[in-house]
């Protein structure tokens, strides 16, 4: 495929005398085995239980439909061909439809002609129908699948408008759907040509954003990015009837009321920012008839660059604005209390309200609560779910709402230690504490059909999880008990630290209150994928063994029948017999530490030591517990990524992957204040574990990682000794071209500039004395990470002596996709590991694909 010209001219401009293009290359053979195995199944279930489709994701795609023409619009990457999202995640190219009640019923396959894939399948609330969108050339069209007749069919005659994304909705009745339609060329906002210079423009107001790519830049954007996600909201029956609902508009979402009287719609209105993207910019949300009239302006939203620094801040104005599932047409939402702004104190920050139809009167406040809410789940019997969250604790906490009991008199706002008495707590913890996660809660859809609500059985709710614990992962599903709302205060112990108080909130719904319903074999990983009924106990688990791939499993707990629904063989002989073991150890302060070891099939203790390749990704903490929870199940199946170091035991090398980097920063100190030592004493601790089991040779042992991983790497090399080679992909490395924040650390570069620059590898070039491979995708769209910095931290290796290698894949975001770069990308880091590790056993195949790629 001949090069674009612009990408040409880029290649040209950018490269120096050491730089070259090259053709792709392809790994040794057991590492291209890998990427050329078939992706993970998904699955859908139907509303009635009866019917299990499996989804066939497509194959890794090739270079060439990558490098279609897109336009980088406001944080969006469009073809403007096709009006839809240049790289669709996920897309089927089969689709297969099992009857749960029926055994002896053959299994119906839906395979979309040729040059079309299937996304964003559902089935029709009444079970009848699969939809799915067929994406082809043309762009995206609606289609149904008959489940009776077993034929397909497309609904709409004009084509899909998905530039916002692949969105429709059935009716709640199953009598239509809901989606955007293009409209034809002369209803179409026109672009200008550009007339003069661009200027941006600042009035005082703060704007503390992080760094993001593909923001719209002129004029010009803006009528490209209007004119392309301009649609029409159109109701389609299943006859074939349109209803359009308003007039066409930038529609960023759209919501059908249980009752499907009802439609909210969120539209995208000028100006557009220029810092931010899409999602933050103002939004009118509007109320309209299922005839189409609109009743009313519900609010106008402002553009989110002036939302206030911090986790918790949001912008001003209702969000969360959804209709209450079990309610006809009820709409709820939630109103900041201090401006949005979490950095404020305030007894409250947001209150939960509703406002039901005919929408002319003033909301109802349903609670309000002292943390930020950042999820409402509706259930039976009146109850809801409300999760809040404080980042700068790095909590959350789950409670019951009983939503009969509460009133706007001051009477309900009465708490106890900070909380409404209208809820419940049910569990507070850790945002990262996997140990006390009780899992997700069983929904099902309203007996009158008005949307989805969690379960409530004798005041029982329904759970199911991993059940992470220092023994492994010990998959459930329990039934918990939820006393009377008000009856039992919250508890709060407190006690005291050098550095203040420690509060400990205990819950009136205690272990003693659950009773578990189901748990995993123990010589297996099994986990609840369906629950398909309580009485008698049916379910979909998916299930796993350590030399077992993940297949499905339809389960009577009560009889113990048992009926395979879908399973898949190895597809890796290269890999069969490979060992994986959970190593624990500590760091020098005493905290515990983890890793997963992958050793070549037939390995001893007495062979000796092997080159080690260490993988990692850190992660912050405020508590040093939580920091040194386990996330491991030694049944669980080795599924091999080419995207991750476990390849690479196929060529002879220990894989240290998972390592645990713990960044933990308890009481008033912040994490990455001590970022540096701590990711230092995290290697430290790794390595000598590794020598001290005969495993790896102090020497010939390297770092990889990718993203913040990749951070790492770079600072490892920078600021320690301890490993002979680093592999470092889509990172960030100058951190004060991202001077609003990083990951989780909130303080901008004027509030810390020490900080910023001591964190910085690029600032530590000159240290970095040990071989760095360097890889970016030359489109990477993620906050932060600009092919740039790479590009920059090369530059400044070459220049101060240092020793590295720098390849940028064409087309490629953040996460690489196409075949060829994955190839590529699995070849460099073979070849880079051989050459400074130095490994016998690697037989590599270097056969060219005909593309290029560039070195430098």
Partial sequence: MPVHPIFMFALIAFFSHSAMSAQYQRPSQPLQQIVEQSK??????????QWLAILTPESYIDIQSLARKELK?????????????SRIKYRYRQLELVNLEDDSDKPDTITPPAGMSIAKVQFSPDSRFLSYIGISNHGADLYLYEIATRKSRKLNKVRLNASMGLKYQWLHNSRGLATNIAIDSKHSP???ELQGPNISVTQGRKAP?????????????EAQFSQLTTSQLTIIGLDGKLTAVGEPAINIGFSLSPDDKYMLVKRITPPFSHMVKYRDFAQSVEIFHRSGEKLMTLAELESGEFRPSGSDSVRKGPRYIHWRSGKPNTLAFVEALDGGDSNKKAQYRDRLRQLAAPFNLAPQTLVKT??????????EEQLALITERHSA???MRVSFLDT???SDSPASEESVNGQSKAMQLWYQKALRDSYKDPGRLYQHPHPAGLGDIFAVDNRRVFHYGLGASAQGYQPFLSATAIPAIGDVPVKENVSTRADGPVIQVKSAIDAASSATLWQSA????????YLLSRQPLRLIINRQSIDTPPHLVLLDVQTGTERILQQKPSELPAFRGISRQLVTYTREDGLPLSGNLYLPSGYKPEDGPLPVLMWAYPREYKNAEVAAQLNYSPNQYSYISAKGPVPFVANGFAVFDRVAMPIVGEGKEKPNDSFRSQLIANANAAIDTLVEMGVADRDKIAIGGHSYGAFMVANLLAHSDLFAAGIARSGAYNRTLTPFGFQNEKRNFWEAPSLYQQISPFTHADKIDEPLLLMHGEMDANSGTYPMQSARLFKAIRGLGGNARLVTFPFESHSYQAKESLMHMLWEQENWLEQHLGNSTNNKGETTLGTSASFH
């Fill in 190 to 192: 026109a672009i200008a």
């Fill in 209 to 221: 954003r992080r760094t993001y790519q593909d923001l719209l830049k002129n004029a010009r954007d």
């Fill in 522 to 529: 123990s010589d297996k990983l099994e986990s609840v994928r």
């Fill in 73 to 85: 619009l406001a944080g969006l990457r469009l073809s403007p061909e096709q009006l839809l999202p």
């Fill in 370 to 379: 002292p943390w930020r809410i950042a999820d409402i789940q509706w259930g």
């Fill in 393 to 395: 604790k790095k909590q």
């Fill in 40 to 49: 993970k199944v998904s699955t859908r279930l139907s509303d009635n239980k």
């Fill in 404 to 406: 009969e009991s509460v």
